[in-house]
């Protein structure tokens, strides 16, 4: 398992350069500036990097590619280790049931993640605005679930609570923003929406590999365990 999850760790380290890629090869033109040349932290978001023609007007095929593929290797990461970590929550009932639930909505979540890689913003606007809120609700409660049966499960790596514990922090934080910030009215009620949602998908991927790292460490620990038991 440890290798699995060594693959896991690198899996969101790719991601990020792929989403990068993506950034670089923005064709451009952003909510403020339809004719700016390349993509803005500010007044871009990231579900621009996937619109079959990007707000220049451009079309956007090799941005496209490389956010999808970004967006995908996160829906597979996600499934993965949802999928594989809720094994190690089995010796008490309440972890057993927390990490379940956690598992289920973790599932869910790359399923969302990954028709997002495929609705673009341009052709398909309703429906990737309601992939995207689905999408940070499920995260959401995902992590929520799983820093709980962290803290519950006082032996697995701090690591891998803390980091959740952040993320929670942020999200929370973010979510705040984008409602207070419409009252000062543009452009800067749009900059924590904007540059909020482009930061935190990076900080997510960043912290989904340290989760892996973290499972690595674990699943090391309890071989060493086994080893000396025997």
Same mark, same amino acid.
């Given at each position: 398992m440890s /290798?699995?999850?060594?693959? %896991? !760790?690198?899996?969101?380290?790719?991601? /990020?350069?792929?989403?990068?890629l993506a950034i670089h090869f923005y064709p451009g033109g952003n909510y403020f500036d339809h004719n700016a040349e390349k993509f803005s932290f500010l007044y871009n978001t990231m579900s621009d990097l996937g619109k079959v023609n990007a707000v220049n007007g451009e079309w956007n095929i090799i941005s496209r590619i490389f956010y999808s593929i970004a967006l995908t290797l996160?829906?597979?990461? =996600? %499934? =993965?280790?949802?999928g594989t970590i809720w094994r190690y929550f089995q010796e008490k009932m309440a972890t057993k049931i927390i990490s379940l639930i956690g598992?289920?909505?973790?599932?869910?979540?790359?399923?969302i993640y990954f028709a997002l890689a495929y609705t673009p913003d341009d052709t398909l606007h +309703? =429906?990737?605005?309601?992939?995207?809120?689905?999408?940070?609700? @499920? +995260? @959401? !409660? #995902?992590?929520?679930?799983?820093?709980? !049966?962290?803290?519950?499960?006082?032996? @697995?790596?701090?690591?891998? $609570?803390?980091?959740? +514990?952040?993320?929670? @922090?942020?999200?929370?934080?973010? $979510?705040? #923003?984008?409602?207070v910030t419409p009252r000062w009215g543009s452009p800067i009620s749009e900059m924590p929406r904007r540059a909020g949602h482009t930061l935190f998908i990076?900080?997510?991927?960043?912290?989904?590999? +340290?989760?892996?790292?973290? #499972?690595?460490i674990? $699943?090391?620990?309890?071989?060493k365990q086994i080893s000396v038991n025997e």
């Open positions: /290798i699995l999850y060594i693959i %896991l !760790a690198i899996i969101p380290i790719i991601a /990020i350069l792929f989403f990068g996160i829906s597979i990461f =996600v %499934l =993965v280790y949802y598992t289920i909505i973790g599932i869910i979540q790359s399923i +309703l =429906v990737h605005v309601r992939l995207i809120y689905g999408a940070g609700a @499920f +995260l @959401f !409660a #995902a992590i929520l679930f799983y820093d709980i !049966a962290y803290f519950l499960k006082r032996d @697995f790596p701090k690591l891998n $609570t803390y980091s959740y +514990l952040i993320m929670i @922090f942020i999200a929370i934080f973010l $979510t705040i #923003a984008i409602a990076f900080i997510v991927s960043f912290i989904y590999s +340290l989760q892996s790292i973290g #499972a690595v674990y $699943t090391k620990r309890q071989i």
